[in-house]
């Protein structure tokens, strides 16, 4: 059984910065990819960013390209998403989720999912 647990979401005002982490634990295939998603009230989950297992090739939305940096540790089991520059449009419950393949910003391409933690940007 694969857990993912997130952490380091919180409030923060307009152009603050917060740093979430997601620690993996249990039994995984090896080289698998980790994401982030988020999810606005009234809206459907979208994608944030991802990162390859050696943590060579990322990818990000748009939205939050310049801004957010997504990054792992393989010996700790851990992926970050640090965000700076926060906007009131990144208020959002953020999820990870870990994969083996599919197209990197499809959700359904994530076989495991944390439970998300809630980051709120006030303006």
């Known amino acids: 059984q694969v857990q993912l647990v997130e952490s380091g979401g919180g409030l923060v005002q307009t152009g603050g910065s917060l740093r979430l982490s997601c620690a993996t634990s249990?039994?995984?295939?090896?080289?698998?990819?980790m994401a982030w998603f988020r999810q606005a009230p009234g809206k459907e989950r979208e994608f944030v960013a991802a990162i390859n297992w050696s943590g060579g090739i990322t990818n990000y939305a748009d939205s939050v390209k310049g801004r957010f940096t997504i990054s792992r540790d393989n010996a700790k089991n851990t992926v970050y998403l640090q965000m700076s520059s926060l906007k009131p449009e990144d208020t959002a419950v953020y999820y990870c989720?870990?994969?083996?393949?599919?197209?990197?910003?499809?959700?359904?391409?994530?076989?495991?999912w944390g439970q998300g933690t809630q980051v709120t940007v006030s303006s």
């Open positions: 249990g039994r995984t295939s090896s080289s698998y990819r």
């Open positions: 989720a870990l994969g083996y393949s599919g197209v990197w910003s499809s959700p359904t391409s994530y076989n495991y």
